[in-house]
């Protein structure tokens, strides 16, 4: 199947499409037409045709269909003659022949933009059973497939998509609400309008707007509350704004299915919903996971789906009680240091009401015996045991622990935020989630994931177990047909493709055949290298205790090398007094040198401080390359040849050496990758990092770096004109050219950001071009890369749900409606269900067919250097990935450009 459209859709540039030839022929009929531009704009209430040259403005705010119909409906309200606004009447037909057959109709002498905000007041108050009709205004989905042929192979896939279907004739009917007098609390509104429920019907509201699900009898109704403060009489006015398709509201199903999940019985936790009664237990670790749903709908290019993701919630079974009487054994002199040191910031859930708070302080000297004011009768004052005994009916056993304390932001009903303090019982709070020392222990990890990491075939029976348990809720099934929606009854299955596996090139003419898993691990330290420029001149540092096992490191790679293509002659061996961190710096500075090329340090235990001290001198104060190796992981004989070469592979990448190769068919092309780091929560005095990355020859074997340090979580990048430029010189110094062809890999990216992104980053890219010449236009992509995403893709294979194959594309029925995207899977994973990466293109004017830019794609997963198989992410993104890390984490300055064409970073 060939590519649907290659033309370059919405924000990626190109001719123009989509309605944009009609938008502009509605724009210049409306500036001849207009008329002089101090004519005076009467009120609404008189409804008088506006000036023609209102409607310039209203130009600039769509491109799509759905726009040009509302612009064509304004110019042409005073030429037809039903009402304006009316919700239910039925409207033309959205083809591209229906907008012009409208358009001619369009007077050119005069223009009526139609009522817009309080002009719907004037609307016929008579019109009543208005018919429901099903709303028209759908603009065709970009889609953009690969081809199929020789070199895919056709498979059936499912998705944790659930199809959505609509009763037809449905809509959104939304109302603007109006009180007089007017009220700036929101939750006072909230309480006036549910004084109306049983009049309005299925409601979902916001504060301001109101959307029903069917509309009500007249365009203007008002009601009338009482204020539940003082009795005084409220008015209230619901205007008809419009009518829209379920499909353009997916916000309202948030709230929508919110209600769903509450009427399972099921537990919220932050945006996630868990069964507290389908809890496993690991007793071993007094843990137990509670199993829930992660949803999300939208309207995707195969129509309205929910996406259902299965996950899980670590929640503990001891208490926080118990937690700080651990902490009071171990060390009973400094116990309330290490207490708020491990607590505070930390979420605890409280069983009795299910809800998770925000542990902000301890309370060291108050107890459960603290009294506190009821609301009901502020003159009375009860205990905290009382008021728990009385509306809970728990009994508090330890009447001397200290109080958990959070703050809660809180809205009065005049609108006001306020603070407000919240005390928490500690033997009444859970704690939640997994420590720091619980996630580096290998035992209770592996514990987990036999219950996290479920399969294929256990994730579609849990997207089917959720469809039956909908269907079987009466209250659930009530409040989707309210909306006129219902469940299909399996996950969707689409047809997918297969890409064929890359061979891999390696030295002297040795290749590896690819295998459909991927993976050349066996291949890559019995094949040699492709490029080595050898090692002469280096250092082995390492403590006296580890002795034994740096010469039996030294020895081995000397014996391991060859083999690989790589000479290794012998180092310069220094054994160091002490593991001090000031003895190993004072050692590198005595021994670096120009001639030297890369310093190996053999650390005793891994410590950020030292790795962070030594990391910081040898990339920054003192360039040269260096590899830190922790003594554990050479200190086992049966692992050291297989740990050695690995190293030793390592090693020939920071020396500026390649390891393996692709075929590339596209010439004097550049790809790029970028990627942030944010610094966590004990980093707050340092800034976000922005890696860039990007290729040097064809191949894709020689990387170019640069870093950025910009504002604590900042995500958009403020340099990149300065990155990209200086990339771009790096090329032309291999090249003799600058590339005519640039591709870039956007990783960090979420939903929100992409129309940001887009708008801020491109443009800094495309001024970058002037910069290097006047008439230097090279074409540009840019493609962004989502790796925490809730899709999933099972491979229907041999009658049973297995992950999908490495190289798997799915591209249509899934996809984003209103983006060019595509989702690939590029790993071999063996354990658990494999994730799929989600690539979004927000820019493109290379003209690169689809099905190209989806093998480019997968080709750049194989070529990162730190693991014989494919990654995640195109290796531009990886490198990008590490090096922002290392920067953020340790270095925390920008390294020396002495650096920036090899892969010191590994």
């Not at 009609?22 to 002089?36: V, Y």
């Not at 240091?337 to 925000?358: C, F, H, Q």
């Not at 003159?379 to 008021?387: D, G, Q, S």
């Not at 200190?635 to 592979?649: E, F, G, H, M």
Request: positive net charge.
């Amino acid at each position: 199947m060939a590519d649907k459209r290659e033309t370059p859709p919405y924000g990626r540039g190109g001719p123009m499409g989509r309605g944009e030839s009609l938008l502009a022929m509605l724009k210049k009929q409306n500036e001849q037409s207009a008329g002089p531009s101090n004519v005076p704009t009467q009120s609404a209430a008189s409804s008088p045709p506006a000036p023609p040259a209102a409607l310039t403005p209203a130009l600039n705010l769509g491109r799509g269909r759905a726009s040009l119909l509302g612009l064509i409906k304004q110019s042409s309200e005073k030429v037809t003659s039903s009402p304006a606004n009316v919700p239910g009447q039925p409207t033309q037909a959205l083809g591209r022949a229906s907008l012009l057959d409208l358009l001619k109709k369009t007077p050119s002498s005069t223009s009526h933009p139609g009522p817009s905000g309080d002009a719907v007041e004037v609307a016929s108050s008579t019109l009543s059973n208005l018919k429901v009709t099903e709303s028209v205004t759908i603009s065709e989905p970009i889609s953009r497939q690969g081809a199929s042929g020789n070199h895919c192979i056709d498979v059936q896939v499912q998705a944790n998509y659930i199809r959505l279907k609509v009763d037809p004739g449905r809509g959104v009917f939304e109302y603007a609400v109006k009180y007089m007098p007017d009220l700036d609390s929101r939750p006072l509104r909230f309480r006036l309008l549910n004084q109306h429920a049983n009049a309005l019907g299925t409601k979902i509201f916001d504060g301001t707007t109101l959307s029903l699900s069917r509309p009500l009898d007249q365009p203007r109704t008002e009601l009338q509350s009482e204020h539940p403060l003082d009795g005084t009489v409220v008015k209230l006015s619901i205007i008809y704004k419009k009518q829209r398709r379920l499909g353009e509201v997916p916000g309202l199903y948030n709230v929508l299915f919110r209600r769903v999940m509450h009427a399972l019985d099921l537990v919220k936790i932050g945006r996630q919903h868990f069964s507290s009664k389908a809890a496993l237990l690991i007793p071993q670790h007094r843990l137990e996971l509670w199993p829930g749903y992660v949803t999300a709908i939208d309207e995707y290019e195969g129509g309205l789906q929910l996406c259902l993701h299965s996950t899980h919630r670590v929640l503990r079974t001891d208490t926080v009680r118990d937690y700080i009487n651990d902490f009071y054994k171990k060390d009973g002199a400094h116990f309330k240091d290490n207490v708020l040191k491990e607590l505070i910031g930390m979420s605890v859930l409280t069983r009795y009401n299910n809800k998770v708070y925000r542990i902000d302080d301890i309370a060291w000297n108050d107890t459960p015996l603290k009294q506190f004011s009821m609301k009901q009768d502020p003159n009375k004052k009860i205990t905290l045991v009382e008021y728990y005994k009385s509306h809970w009916n728990i009994a508090i056993k330890d009447v001397a622990q200290p109080l958990l304390v959070h703050t809660a932001k809180v809205r009065l009903p005049s609108g006001e935020q306020i603070e407000q303090t919240i005390n928490l019982i500690p033997e009444l709070c859970y704690m939640s989630g997994l420590t720091e020392p619980m996630k580096r222990d290998f035992k209770i990890m592996k514990d987990i994931a036999q219950v996290t990491r479920t399969t294929p075939e256990h994730r579609v029976g849990v997207a089917r177990r959720f469809i039956e348990e909908v269907k079987k809720n009466e209250v659930a099934q009530n409040l989707l047909a309210s909306w006129g929606l219902n469940l299909e009854d399996d996950v969707v299955t689409i047809p997918g493709r297969v890409l064929n596996p890359e061979t891999i090139l390696f030295g002297k003419g040795k290749v590896h055949e690819g295998q459909q898993n991927a993976d050349w691990n066996t291949a890559v330290c019995r094949l040699p290298m492709l490029t080595t420029p050898g090692l002469k001149n280096w250092c082995l540092l390492f403590c006296r205790r580890d002795v034994k096992c740096a010469e039996d490191f030294h020895t081995t790679i000397s014996r391991v090398g060859p083999t690989m293509g790589m000479d290794i002659a012998r180092a310069k061996l220094i054994e160091l007094k002490d593991d001090r961190t000031e003895t190993y710096l004072n050692e590198l500075k005595a021994n670096i040198n120009p001639r030297m090329e890369i310093m190996v340090i053999i650390f005793p235990t891994s410590r950020d401080d030292r790795y962070a001290a030594v990391k910081k001198l040898c990339c920054v104060e003192m360039p040269i390359a260096s590899q830190v190796i922790i003594a554990k992981t050479i200190n086992r004989p049966d692992r050291i040849k297989s740990v050695t070469q690995k190293i030793a592979l390592q090693i020939n990448c920071k020396l500026g050496g390649t390891l393996w190769a692709l075929k590339n068919p596209m010439d004097n092309l550049m790809v790029c990758g970028i990627d942030t780091h944010h610094p966590g929560t004990d980093r707050n005095s340092h800034g976000s990092v922005a890696a860039f990355v990007a290729s040097l020859d064809k191949p894709f074997t020689r990387w170019f770096s640069k870093v950025c340090l910009q504002r604590p979580n900042q995500e958009l990048l403020d340099s990149l004109k300065v990155c990209l430029i200086t990339a771009l010189k790096a090329y032309f110094k291999v090249n003799s050219r600058f590339p005519d062809r640039i591709i870039i890999y956007r990783d960090g990216v979420g939903d929100g950001q992409l129309v940001t992104i887009r708008d801020y980053e491109v443009k800094q890219l495309e001024d970058s071009f002037s910069l290097i010449s006047a008439d230097y236009k090279p074409r540009l992509c840019v493609v962004i890369v989502q790796k925490q995403i809730n899709t999933r893709i099972f491979g229907k294979m041999r009658n049973r749900l297995e992950n999908p194959l490495p190289g798997t594309i799915v591209d249509h029925s899934i996809t984003r409606r209103t983006w060019y995207d595509f989702f690939l899977v590029s790993q071999n994973v063996r354990q658990g269900t494999v994730s799929p990466t989600h690539y979004l293109v927000i820019y493109d004017t290379t003209e690169i067919k689809t099905d190209h830019l989806q093998r480019m794609t997968f080709k750049l997963c194989h070529l990162y250097y730190n693991w014989p198989g494919t990654v995640r992410v195109p290796a531009p993104c990886q490198y990008a990935h590490k090096l922002a890390f290392l920067v953020g984490q340790s270095i925390q300055r920008e390294p020396n450009q002495q650096l920036a064409d090899k892969l010191y970073f590994l």
